[in-house]
C-alpha cells in the first residue's frame, strides 16, 4: 500500500535533521513504507557485519526484530545506542528457547555423559543469554548464508552439535549441505524430561536439534510446493531454510534472503519463480522485477507477514527519528556487559568463519 505523503516527508525531514547521527538498517522481511529509509538493507548476517562497520554513528535505528537489534548491540560500540522503533518486534522462534531451558538441557547433556563432546551452534534468531550460552560453551553463531561453513568448523571442535533453536534450519544444513542423514538427527524438546530423549538416543546423535521452528516459514508444505508446479510449467521453487525438511527435498533451491535475492537478479528473462519466505519480500521482489518479464509468485496463499517484523511501520520510524532528532533516546536495546562479554566471543567466531 502507498505510505502516507505527510509521514514519508516527516520521516526524510527527521532524517534530514539527524544527518550522519543516525544510520538505519533494514531486514529483507521489513515493509515497502519502511525499507525506503534503510541506508542498507540485508540477510540477518550482512546486517550484524554493517552495524559494526558504523562506528561513527551516534544511533544505530534497527528495523527489524529484537535478536537483530540485541546482536547489533553486542557488535557496536559503547557510546553507540541501539533503536528498535516498535519494542514488540520479537521473533516467536527466538522465544522458543529460554535461558531456563537450555541450561537444563546441558544438564542432560551433562548427565548422559556426552557434554564434552558437544559443540553448540545458535542460529542467529536467538536471544542475547542464548548466544552467551553459547559462547560459554565454546560454539559459534550462525546465520541461513553461513550454516554449513559453522557446523563444519563446529565438527573441528567435537564429535556433536547442538543446534539451538530452529530445528529446520539445523536438519537442512545437516542432511542436504553435509551430507549426514535423517538419522543422525535427534530433537530435544524443552517441554518433556531430559527432552524427551534417552541417554542412549544422545550418545548416538551427532545432531541434537533444539525443538524450535520459525512460525511463519514452518506454514509452508510440500501440497503447496505441488501446486506451484501443477499450475506453473517449468516454475523454479526458491524456498528459506527454516522451512521443513520435506519442503526443502521437494524445492529447487535453497537459501537466504540475501541468496534469493541474488538467485533471482541472476534469473533469466521468462524464467518463472515460487517463493517461499515472508511476504514483503517476495511482493518487493515480484514488482521490481516484472518488467524484467521475471513471473515470481507467493509458493503458498495461506501463508502471511511475519506479524512481529510488520510491527515496524512508517509511523513508529517516524516516531523514532523524529524523537531521536529531538535528541530523546527511545526505544534503546541494550544488552548487560556479562551477556555481552559471551555474546560477542560467539559471533565473533562466526565472523571469523572462513
Ligand atoms: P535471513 O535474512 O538471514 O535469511 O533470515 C531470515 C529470518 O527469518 C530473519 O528473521
Ligand atoms: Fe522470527 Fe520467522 Fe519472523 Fe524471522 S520470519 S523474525 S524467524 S518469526
Keep these: 500500500s502507498p505510505s502516507d505523503p505527510d509521514l514519508v516527508e516527516r520521516a526524510r525531514a527527521a532524517k534530514e535533521r539527524l544527518g550522519?547521527?543516525?544510520f538505519v538498517l533494514g531486514h529483507h522481511y521489513q515493509r515497502d513504507e519502511v525499507i525506503q529509509f534503510a541506508d542498507v538493507t540485508g540477510d540477518s548476517f550482512k546486517l550484524a557485519r554493517d552495524a559494526a562497520a558504523r562506528p561513527e554513528a551516534e544511533y544505530i535505528v534497527f528495523c527489524g526484530v529484537h535478536f537483530m537489534a540485541e546482536s547489533a548491540d553486542i557488535l557496536t560500540t559503547d557510546a553507540q545506542a541501539v533503536v528498535l522503533p516498535d519494542l514488540a518486534a520479537g521473533c516467536s522462534m527466538a522465544d522458543m528457547a529460554t535461558a531456563e531451558q537450555v541450561a537444563e538441557c546441558w544438564d542432560v547433556l551433562t548427565e548422559a555423559g556426552v557434554a564434552d563432546q558437544v559443540v553448540p551452534v545458535s542460529y542467529m534468531n536467538s536471544s542475547a543469554d542464548i548466544k552467551a550460552f553459547t559462547g560459554r560453551h565454546g560454539g559459534t553463531i550462525c546465520t541461513s548464508s553461513n550454516a554449513k561453513r559453522a557446523l563444519e568448523?563446529?565438527?573441528?571442535?567435537?564429535?556433536?552439535i547442538l543446534f539451538l533453536p530452529?530445528?529446520?534450519?539445523g536438519r537442512n544444513t545437516a542432511v542436504r549441505d553435509m551430507g549426514m542423514s535423517l538419522t543422525d538427527c535427534v530433537v530435544y524438546n524443552p517441554h518433556k524430561p531430559n527432552g524427551g530423549l534417552t541417554a542412549e538416543q544422545l550418545?548416538?546423535?551427532?545432531?541434537i536439534l533444539w525443538r524450535g521452528h520459525c512460525s511463519v516459514?514452518?506454514?509452508?508444505?510440500?501440497?503447496?510446493?505441488?501446486?506451484?508446479?501443477?499450475?506453473i510449467p517449468g516454475v523454479n521453487v526458491l524456498v528459506h531454510?527454516?522451512?521443513?525438511?520435506?519442503?526443502v527435498a521437494a524445492a529447487d533451491y535453497v537459501g537466504s534472503t540475501e541468496y534469493i535475492i541474488k538467485a533471482?537478479?541472476?534469473a533469466p528473462r521468462g524464467s518463472k519463480w515460487a517463493i517461499g519466505t515472508e511476504l514483503n519480500l517476495v511482493r518487493r521482489l515480484a514488482n521490481r522485477f516484472a518488467d524484467e518479464d521475471k513471473e515470481i509468485v507467493f509458493l503458498d496463499k495461506t501463508v502471511c507477514f511475519c506479524s512481529t517484523m510488520n510491527r515496524i511501520d512508517l509511523p513508529h520510524l517516524v516516531w523514532t527519528l523524529e524523537s531521536l532528532a529531538d535528541g530523546k533516546l527511545v526505544n534503546r536495546i541494550e544488552v548487560d556487559s556479562e551477556t555481552e562479554k559471551y555474546a560477542k566471543l560467539a559471533l565473533e567466531?562466526?565472523?571469523a568463519l572462513p
Excluded at 217 to 231: I, Q
Design 20 to 22: 550522519d547521527k543516525v
Design 153 to 160: 568448523w563446529a565438527f573441528e571442535q567435537g564429535e556433536k
Design 166 to 169: 530452529d530445528q529446520h534450519l
Design 203 to 207: 550418545r548416538d546423535a551427532k545432531m
Design 217 to 231: 516459514h514452518g506454514r509452508f508444505s510440500v501440497e503447496s510446493v505441488e501446486d506451484v508446479r501443477a499450475r
Design 241 to 247: 531454510p527454516e522451512c521443513k525438511h520435506e519442503v
Design 264 to 266: 533471482l537478479e541472476a
Design 349 to 351: 567466531r562466526m565472523l
